[in-house]
């Protein structure tokens, strides 16, 4: 069984149509729905297998027709093959995506699926609170252990963190809350020295931004609940494959073992890469992940998706110029210690971001508010027109106090690793006039030193 690639026809092809194309095209083909011009939600548990012959390719891997909505849905296929397209590199193979109902449930997938029974994930502390504690917490009890490099940007401590049970090493591309940029090209590099994944949360990035398999990574995932959707109205993850990787060095037996329940008609039992020889990694999480842990995406939520992922670049271009406008006014402000953006010019990341970020480093930063803690809260208190609020990536611009809510798992410990500071403040620019965004800050700032 194969994936259907993302569209073909004359226009269509990733390698024939510029990104904003394939952003409200790609993956769709009226057509086959009707005619529909929007793509249907088939609010739908099963689908009629017909016959027996018909139920049998069904349940045998060797038919990509939707069966159960667990499984596979026409609408969350839209936004699958759609997603998949958005990460062509151009070249063979194309790459293949699988939605889940969270950005949590994708990581937690993409990291079981990669380590198998007794590997090791290696990555770092600069990571979303909720990744980093189930790092710490669940994983470990779950049976999956976690490595975690102290210093991120030393490409030593990496190299003599891995050991011969790591699997895979996980990072975020553009981290959250502070924005460092990850060396994706150079991690890849090692990680394929040692036969092992490269595993890169694309979240703040977004594939306008950066695509990581342009860079080397094996597997992509996103919290599509922030920018992919982008309005605020839906919690979904997805998981996007290379299709360059080989399973086959001994390192992943979880691909490559025969198991009953993947037999073929004369009941000999097959492996995943038998059955998904073009997409191992997401034929896994279908035929494993989704089907035995079942964090399935709704067809309505990934309708939604769709919806907003259209305008993606536009939201984005006008995310990153806000995000500019904002950065000097607030490295001017006599309450903001210091701020946090990609490509400011005192920023430790600012080559990497020009490398990897040519497009504009997104829209969120962090800075340091230059007060006690009375103060800070009087501050988040005042505004009006940003939304305080645990979300990123939406149209409406957000703010945060990250140790407090969205980071609090981390410990002391984690927190000076990462450099999150108690004063931090993390901006989520929206698509709202920027003079006005201004014009809120200044008012809740001058609020709180009241
Ligand atoms: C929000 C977020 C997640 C978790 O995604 P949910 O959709 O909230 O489950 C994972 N990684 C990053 C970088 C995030 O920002």
Not at 86 to 106: K, N, Q
Not at 166 to 191: I, K, Y
Not at 247 to 260: A, E, K, R
Request: charged share 15%.
């Amino acid at each position: 069984m194969t994936f259907e690639q993302a569209p073909d026809g004359a226009t269509l092809s990733p390698e024939r149509s510029g990104f904003d194309t394939l952003l409200v095209q790609a993956g769709y083909r009226s057509a086959e729905h009707n005619h529909a011009v929007s793509v249907p939600i088939y609010q739908t548990t099963a689908f009629t297998l017909e016959t027996t012959e018909r139920a049998d390719a069904l349940f045998g891997f060797e038919s990509d027709d939707a069966l159960y909505t667990r499984m596979g849905n026409p609408t969350v296929n839209v936004l699958e093959r759609r997603v998949a397209a958005l990460h062509s590199t151009g070249e063979a193979p194309e790459p293949t995506a699988i939605a889940l109902a969270s950005g949590m449930a994708a990581v937690t997938y993409a990291l079981f699926n990669a380590a198998g029974r007794g590997g090791r994930i290696l990555s770092t502390y600069r990571l979303y609170g909720g990744t980093l504690d189930a790092f710490t917490h669940l994983y470990p009890e779950l049976g999956l252990a976690i490595d975690l490099v102290t210093d991120a940007d030393d490409l030593s401590a990496w190299k003599s963190a891995i050991t011969n049970t790591t699997r895979a090493l996980f990072v975020e591309s553009v981290s959250n809350p502070l924005t460092a940029v990850a060396d994706l090209q150079a991690l890849a590099n090692l990680a394929h020295a040692h036969d092992i994944l490269l595993i890169v949360d694309n979240t703040l990035a977004t594939p306008y931004l950066l695509n990581p398999l342009e860079h080397g990574a094996d597997v992509v995932i996103y919290s599509a609940t922030k920018a992919l959707s982008g309005h605020g109205n839906v919690i979904a993850g997805i998981v996007i494959e290379s299709g360059n990787f080989d399973y086959t060095s001994g390192l992943y037996p979880q691909f490559t073992q025969p198991l009953w329940f993947l037999r073929d008609a004369s009941d000999r039992p097959r492996a995943i890469l038998d059955i998904f020889p073009a997409n191992p990694f997401c034929g896994r999480l279908l035929a494993v992940h989704l089907n035995y842990l079942g964090a399935a995406l709704s067809p309505f939520d990934a309708y939604l998706i769709l919806q907003g992922l259209a305008t993606l670049s536009l939201r984005v271009r006008k995310q990153v110029s806000g995000a500019e406008i904002l950065l000097p006014w607030l490295q001017s402000h006599p309450h903001v210690e210091w701020v946090s953006y990609p490509t400011a010019t005192d920023n430790a990341y600012r080559e990497l971001a020009s490398r990897y970020l040519p497009r504009g480093a997104g829209g969120i930063l962090s800075f340091g508010f230059a007060g006690g803690e009375a103060q800070q809260r009087a501050f988040l208190d005042a505004v009006k027109l940003w939304s305080y609020q645990a979300n990123i990536g939406d149209v409406r611009s957000l703010i945060i106090n990250p140790a407090q809510t969205t980071h609090i798992e981390l410990t002391p410990q984690a927190r000076s690793i990462v450099g999150l500071t108690s004063n931090t403040i993390r901006l989520s620019v929206g698509i709202e006039n920027p003079e006005d965004l201004i014009a809120d800050l200044k008012q809740a700032f001058a609020r709180a030193f009241t």
